[in-house]
């Protein structure tokens, strides 16, 4: 049933582009669309990991440049077991994670330095166990190809309302039909965006505090978290806020519409869903610490 609620969101978000392109220019702006929507599908499917990991200028990490990190993420692959995934630091103050990629032989997990920084050990372990839940559920394809999507449909609209869309004869409805695309193409990917976002959110929160046996820990980071992405800036979200559902917390805050289109679902109802489960095991630490 997830797997089909999410193909069929996907499905809805590559009409999208249809109805753009049809706004744009008629059947024959639609037929472009299609093209470029399958292109894209593609192209995300191959890239779209490597491209967000780019746009965040996230670096490998490995034993000696991260230890505690690699060491989390190792332990914790076996325990869910998953392949080991290529581990990334991002040079960001604001703490946050994400996952990326296109299967659990191909995951990514990435982690700013802010959060490395914030968090202890087991905190840690919880927000790595909740990213290696999003690679065992096969969320990251999925959250990486709508990023992909989402910020492709914002720039087909743009091009519409700038590059003289409105003057095209096939397109049905003229200049209204180019400003309404430009307007509601990008509201609508988010809606979208929004619906997949919060359902993975809240299976990564338990699929996650199965993989690492305490709840606790990821309820004590998330709160640690929603405090930080509050007050420090990430620049790189702001400006490709096509790109937030990927994170565990919203990482934007700095213009209004950010809350209203929040794509994670109310952080205390996923603090409060997580202490209601009763941890898998007593112990106090991970073989890390």
Not at 45 to 59: E, G, H, T
């Amino acid at each position: 049933m997830h797997q089909t609620r999410l193909f069929l969101l996907l499905a809805a978000l590559t009409a999208l582009f249809l109805l753009a392109g049809y706004l744009l220019g008629g059947q024959g702006g639609m037929m472009i669309a299609l093209l470029f929507a399958v292109g894209t599908n593609a192209f995300a499917y191959w890239n779209s990991d490597k491209l967000v990991l780019s746009m965040y200028q996230a670096r490998p990490a490995d034993a000696r440049s991260a230890p505690g990190l690699v060491k989390i993420v190792e332990h914790l692959s076996q325990s869910a077991g998953l392949p080991m995934p290529k581990v990334y630091v991002i040079d960001n103050p604001q703490p946050n994670a994400f996952a990326t990629g296109r299967d659990p032989e191909h995951a990514a997990v990435a982690a700013t330095t802010g959060l490395m920084r914030l968090l202890t050990t087991n905190e840690l372990a919880g927000v790595m166990a909740h990213e290696l839940a999003h690679v065992k559920n096969r969320d990251t394809l999925t959250m990486t190809i709508t990023a992909t999507l989402a910020g492709a449909l914002s720039m087909l609209a743009n091009f519409g309302l700038f590059f003289g869309g409105n003057t095209n004869r096939d397109n049905p409805l003229g200049g209204i039909g180019v400003l309404l695309m430009a307007i509601l193409a990008p509201l609508a990917a988010m809606i979208v965006q929004m619906a997949i976002s919060r359902a993975n959110e809240y299976q990564a929160d338990a699929t996650g505090a199965a993989i690492c046996g305490q709840p606790e820990w990821l309820a004590s980071a998330l709160e640690k978290l929603e405090r930080g992405a509050q007050t420090i800036d990430n620049p790189v979200a702001e400006n490709n806020p096509a790109t937030a559902h990927l994170f565990i917390v919203n990482p934007l805050h700095t213009r209004r519409v950010d809350n209203l289109f929040s794509t994670h679902p109310v952080l205390a109802e996923r603090v409060r869903r997580l202490r209601l489960m009763s941890p898998q095991t007593s112990r106090a630490a991970g073989p890390w610490g």
